[in-house]
């Protein structure tokens, strides 16, 4: 019962439901930029390339036979698998960014020091007064 207390306490932790979330708007996001790589993005280069599609380029180490599938290298694949890892990259740079300049200008800004407590404001009209006697 105990292993059961503790897996509970670790599941149910900010940081742990936290990093939940992030993975599963993360996989949601890499959805949206594969279908913007696959469906926004490739096809205009593909045109300007003279109408390649990047996702049927492969090479063909072996051919199909009646008994086995033809063996592939399928290059284009990966070009569009790096294609979307370069643009999530290049927005997660600019949510990190954008982030990092927050934090730069809350630093920046001047911190106020906390009024003295009353405790404080006593012993100082003291000290003054100490020091007007001597």
């Known amino acids: 019962m105990k292993m ?7 599941a149910m932790k900010g940081n ?18 594969s279908s913007l790589v696959a469906d926004v993005i490739m096809p205009p280069i593909g045109v300007i390339l003279g109408g390649v599609d990047f996702s049927n380029l492969a090479i063909t180490i072996k ?3 009646v008994n086995s599938p033809a ?12 294609v979307d890892f370069i643009i999530i990259a290049f927005a997660l740079f ?9 934090k730069k200008k809350q630093e920046e800004a ?25």
């Open 4 to 10: 059961i207390k503790e897996f509970k306490e670790f």
């Open 16 to 33: 742990v439901v936290d990093m939940a979330i992030g993975i599963i708007i993360g996989a949601a996001f890499g959805k949206i930029v």
């Open 63 to 65: 051919h199909a036979t």
């Open 71 to 82: 063996v592939v290298i399928g290059y284009g694949r990966f070009i569009q698998t790096l």
């Open 94 to 102: 600019f949510v990190v960014r954008a982030i990092n300049s927050l």
């Open 110 to 134: 001047p911190q106020v020091p906390p009024a003295p407590s009353k405790e404080e404001q006593l012993l100082a009209e003291i000290r003054d007064l100490l020091k007007t006697r001597v």
